[in-house]
């Protein structure tokens, strides 16, 4: 009897622990301080000639694309800093940085509660919706193609990861672009949801940098990381 009790129990402390350990967003910022409606243009229409021009690209992308760009692009469809690491190094792994990836988790959080009101507001095809010529090869989405999310969230993560190692600012930012762009490569955005993504990301990077919240937050995920990577102090903070 007492086996069957602990069992029941058991059982159903693990129902009601699994909506717990669903992970919470925590963004540093939302769609209430950034309007997108008053930042961008809306999205080029469907049948105007900057789309037409847009998904020629598309198709000459996916013409030429590779195996390995195909790949590229798949494994850069994860919003997540460790896209980083080819160009971080080895020492740059999340179970070393404990500070860093929740940091930067928040910082990936804000990108979506920015972005993904304006994608509904907006409501642009994706271009495999548009025109089945159009062979994705990344994971489908059907939410709003303006701005693009990957993009915006790309720019972000460079622009604060190069700012917390600014000795790989070009090496950096020359990866957000990769990130941004293979989501044109992938199949399922146009080229001005990836520019106006850019703009959106260095939006909200500069919005970042004036709360006090992000800036404590900041200062200790960079010390995290530049003791990690042994690159001692950032030589700008005794400027």
């Given at each position: 009897?007492?086996?069957?009790?602990?069992?029941?129990?058991?059982l159903?402390?693990?129902?009601?622990?699994?909506?717990?350990?669903?992970?919470?967003?925590?963004?540093?910022?939302?769609?209430?301080?950034i309007d997108?409606?008053?930042?961008?243009?809306?999205?080029?229409?469907?049948?105007?000639?900057?789309?037409?021009?847009?998904?020629?690209?598309i198709?000459?992308?996916?013409?030429?694309?590779t195996?390995?760009?195909?790949a590229r692009?798949?494994?850069?469809?994860?919003?997540?800093?460790?896209?980083?690491?080819?160009?971080?190094?080895?020492?740059?792994?999340?179970?070393?940085?404990?500070?860093?990836?929740?940091?930067?988790?928040?910082?990936?959080?804000?990108?979506g509660?920015?972005?993904?009101?304006?994608?509904?507001?907006?409501k642009?095809?994706?271009?495999?919706?548009?025109?089945?010529?159009?062979?994705?090869?990344?994971?489908?989405?059907?939410?709003?193609?303006?701005?693009?999310?990957?993009?915006?969230?790309?720019?972000?993560?460079?622009?604060?990861?190069?700012?917390?190692?600014?000795?790989k600012?070009?090496?950096?930012?020359?990866?957000?672009?990769?990130?941004?762009?293979?989501?044109?490569?992938?199949?399922?955005?146009?080229?001005?949801?990836?520019?106006?993504?850019?703009?959106?990301?260095?939006v909200?990077?500069?919005?970042?940098?004036?709360?006090?919240?992000?800036?404590?937050?900041?200062?200790?995920?960079?010390?995290?990381?530049?003791?990690?990577?042994?690159?001692?102090?950032?030589?700008?903070?005794?400027?």
């Amino acid at each position: 009897m007492r086996k069957f009790i602990a069992s029941l129990l058991l059982l159903s402390f693990v129902a009601c622990a699994g909506p717990v350990l669903a992970r919470e967003e925590n963004p540093f910022i939302t769609s209430k301080e950034i309007d997108l409606v008053k930042l961008l243009p809306p999205p080029p229409a469907n049948d105007s000639p900057q789309t037409k021009a847009e998904l020629s690209e598309i198709l000459a992308l996916q013409a030429a694309r590779t195996p390995e760009m195909a790949a590229r692009s798949q494994a850069d469809a994860t919003e997540d800093i460790w896209r980083f690491a080819d160009v971080m190094g080895v020492k740059f792994k999340r179970d070393q940085l404990p500070l860093f990836a929740m940091f930067f988790q928040r910082v990936v959080d804000s990108e979506g509660a920015v972005v993904d009101t304006y994608k509904d507001v907006w409501k642009r095809p994706r271009p495999f919706m548009y025109s089945d010529l159009v062979k994705p090869v990344v994971k489908l989405s059907r939410s709003g193609a303006y701005p693009s999310g990957h993009a915006t969230a790309g720019t972000l993560m460079g622009i604060v990861l190069s700012n917390m190692v600014p000795e790989k600012r070009a090496e950096i930012m020359a990866r957000a672009a990769e990130y941004a762009n293979n989501r044109i490569v992938g199949g399922v955005h146009y080229r001005s949801d990836i520019e106006t993504g850019r703009i959106t990301g260095t939006v909200i990077a500069a919005r970042l940098q004036a709360r006090d919240d992000f800036n404590s937050a900041f200062d200790a995920a960079k010390k995290e990381l530049r003791g990690v990577l042994e690159l001692g102090a950032d030589p700008a903070d005794n400027r």
